[in-house]
Every structure is written in structure tokens, then in C-alpha cells.
């Protein structure tokens, strides 16, 4: 092969990995989101049917999750700088995969966190901060593979 054709394959394998991990952590934040928002909405009805104030507080646990996107985002725009260096293409599909992974898992698991912290709000009136405290250790999974895979690629 020649090295026109080498550099084009492997630009390409770099940018596919850019793609997982934007990709990936997305798909964390809609599993989280999705977890957390069914949560929600049934802690909603529980109080309207007991004629309790709805907290509206319960948006925040649904969002949390969000945040692994913008990671994932991040994580993408170096992977995609990084991709203009040929011995580093089989690296930033293994980086994007890998950290796109683990962004999204912690997504997910934010949101199944949240939809307990739904419940026991909506239920309690309590302990908002508590839950919020919680959720804030998951997301720092999720920051810490932001920051460490990217020190990684950019060296």
C-alpha cells in the first residue's frame, strides 16, 4: 500500500474513533435520561394523586446525565486534532470506543441513581442535596475518563 492510501485509511479509523466516543457517551446520557425522566414522571403522578405538590426539583436528576455528552464531545474534538498523526490512528479507535464506553456507562448509571432520587424526593420532600451529592460522584467517573484519555492522546 502506499502511503497516500495508509494515511487516508488510517484518518479515517481516527475520526470513526472520534465518532464512538461522542456516540457512546451519547447513548449513556439517553439511557440515564430515559432511567431518570420515567422516574420522574412517576413521582409526579404519585403526588398528584395525593394531592402534594409536584417538586420540580426532579428536572435536575433527569438532566444530570446530559453532561457525559459534552464529554464525550471533548473527548471527540481532541481525538479528531490527534487523528493527523499516523502512528497514533490504531490508539484513537481503541480511545474513542474504550472512553465513549465508560462516559456512557456512567451516564446510565447516573440516571438509574436519579430515578431512586426521584422517588425518595418526591416521597420525603428530602434530601435533595443528599442525592445531588450522589449523582456528583457518578459524573466524576465520567470526568475522570474525560481528562485521563485525553492526557493520553494529547501526551
Partial sequence: MDAEL???IGGSLGKLGAAAALSLAA??????TGAAGSAAIGAWKKCYAQSKAAPFLLVAFVGAPLSQ???GMILMGNIVKASSTPELYPALIGTGVLGGMAMGMSAWMQGKAGAGASDALAETGQGFGNYLM??????TVALFVMVFVNKAITG
Fill in 69 to 71: 455528552t459534552i464529554y
Fill in 134 to 139: 450522589a449523582l456528583g460522584v457518578i459524573e
Fill in 27 to 32: 447513548a449513556g446520557s439517553a439511557l440515564g
Fill in 6 to 8: 495508509v494515511t487516508l
